[in-house]
């Protein structure tokens, strides 16, 4: 499996909002959970928001409910992460994650157990 999350990082003002895109391709890729972890400067990386493999269940860290939105695209083998009210507190390297079968919270937040990465995206939250 392959993941790639490219898209949509970059600077944004306090209040903004960015969009960020993990498509994967492969082998089972409809099969796999995604998640999104971010590690900002200085920091350990940490859990943000994940999606089970059905879409059914989704999950996020409590710095993001309420302003941050992940879902996915089957036919389009992609995972978005739609991050609204940023804030300076948000700055980070973003990265997606995929384990097959991921369908449980513990699941979502663990991330030695994820089988793949994408390279990361920077997000900057500045005025």
């Known amino acids: 499996l392959r993941c790639s999350c490219r898209r949509g990082g970059g600077l944004v003002q306090p209040g903004g909002s960015l969009r960020l895109s993990c498509a994967a391709s492969?082998?089972?890729?409809?099969?796999?959970?995604r998640s999104w972890f971010r590690q900002a400067p200085g920091k350990e990386r940490g859990f943000v928001a994940g999606?089970?493999?059905?879409?059914?269940?989704?999950y996020y860290a409590d710095s993001v409910k309420g302003r941050f939105t992940i879902s996915r695209d089957s036919a389009k083998n992609t995972a978005y992460l739609e991050m609204n009210s940023l804030n300076p507190e948000d700055t980070a390297v973003y990265y997606c994650?995929?384990?097959?079968?991921?369908?449980?919270?513990?699941?979502?937040?663990?991330?030695?157990?994820?089988?793949?990465w994408g390279k990361g995206t920077q997000v900057t939250v500045s005025s």
């Open positions: 999606i089970s493999w059905s879409g059914q269940d989704v």
């Open positions: 994650a995929a384990k097959k079968y991921g369908v449980y919270y513990y699941e979502a937040v663990d991330a030695d157990g994820m089988q793949y």
């Open positions: 492969g082998p089972d890729v409809s099969f796999y959970s």
